[in-house]
């Protein structure tokens, strides 16, 4: 009967063991998936700025390209004439 109980508790031992490895393994591969989404959802928003950065340059050389066609410059100060209004 000593045998038997050895036994028993020995392999009772390693299966709660198993259980420990098993709990720990999945705490670490959560807290890894945790991590993993944080980054998803910080690249998304980096990749919706950059997106918006891109659009707002795209203008821009549409409006430069369309003022080069038409010619057009900058004013420069002999073309600047200051108006007063008297109140």
Not at 6 to 17: E, G, N, T
């Given at each position: 009967m000593n045998k038997v109980n050895?036994?028993?508790?020995?392999?009772?031992?390693?299966?709660?063991?198993t259980v420990v490895t098993v709990k720990n393994q999945t705490r670490l591969?959560?807290?890894e998936l945790d991590r993993a989404q944080k980054a998803e959802i910080q690249l998304e928003?980096?990749?919706?700025?950059l997106q918006l950065a891109q659009a707002k340059l795209?203008?821009?050389r549409l409006i430069k390209a369309a003022a080069k066609r038409q010619k057009l410059q900058p004013p420069i100060a002999a073309d600047t004439k200051i108006i007063t209004v008297k109140q």
């Open positions: 050895i036994i028993l508790l020995a392999v009772a031992f390693a299966s709660a063991m591969r959560f807290s928003q980096d990749y919706a700025r795209a203008n821009t």
